[in-house]
């Protein structure tokens, strides 16, 4: 549920990127730093290159401007490579206001944007969250590569409850600030609906 500050006028929504490996949750990430972050942040904080980068989520706090006077912020999150820490997955899909599917076109990694989808529904369903009524977006990535799964196939396979799709490049912030920009009204939405 996202955290409604009335007093400081800004309202937080924790927001967690899935997807198979390699599939582009940083490269998303990294281009919306570049494109939207405050820039007091550290770049170095949140991003480290070394070997156990896969291990740990990666975190990004981006402001959003402001709707109504108030301030939105957005507290973004990736998934680590699944099934590593069961503690901190727990944790990461805890208070969870939206969630953005970075999937693979690439045709060989369609079997690993299947698993990952239901192994998402499985945690949603854990934190009591349905997966048909949550608010959600879904990115096609890599649509620059040669050979790529189109994107109606894409949607019939994993876009079960419809819910809005972008065909992204992220190496080239293609389609990026869309997607994002898309959950965070739905998720806008839900608010003001409660
Ligand atoms: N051609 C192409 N390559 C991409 C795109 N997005 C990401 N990549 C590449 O795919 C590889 C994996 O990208 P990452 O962003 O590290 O993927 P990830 O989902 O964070 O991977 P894990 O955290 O290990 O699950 C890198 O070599 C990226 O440069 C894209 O849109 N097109
Ligand atoms: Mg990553």
Redesign the pocket.
Same mark, same amino acid.
């Given at each position: 549920m996202a955290l409604v500050n009335h007093e400081t006028k800004d309202i937080h929504c924790k927001i967690l990127?899935v997807?198979?490996?390699?599939?582009?949750?940083?490269?998303?990430?990294?281009a919306l730093y570049k494109e939207l972050s405050e820039k007091t942040l550290s770049h170095d904080l949140f991003f480290e290159d070394t070997e156990a980068?896969?291990k740990y989520f990666?975190f990004l706090p981006l402001s959003l401007g402001d709707v109504n006077s108030y301030q939105i912020k957005l507290h973004l999150y990736?998934?680590?490579?699944w099934g590593v820490y069961d503690t901190l997955e727990g944790l990461l899909f805890q208070n969870l206001d939206g969630l953005v599917y +970075?999937f693979d076109s690439d045709p060989l990694a369609m079997d690993d944007n299947i698993n990952e989808l239901s192994d998402v529904r499985e945690r949603l369903d854990d934190k009591g969250l349905d997966a048909s009524n949550f608010p959600q977006v879904f990115q096609y990535?890599?649509?620059?590569?040669l050979r790529k799964l189109p994107t109606g196939l894409l949607n019939l396979e994993l876009n079960t409850y419809r819910y809005p799709f972008f065909e992204?490049?992220?190496?080239?912030s +293609?389609g990026v600030k869309e997607s994002l920009t898309s959950l965070a009204k739905q998720i806008l939405s839900q608010i003001k609906s409660e």
């Open positions: 990127y997807g198979p490996n390699l599939s582009g949750k940083t490269t998303t990430m990294r980068q896969d990666e990736s998934r680590p490579y +970075v990535n890599k649509q620059d590569l992204t490049v992220a190496t080239k +293609v």
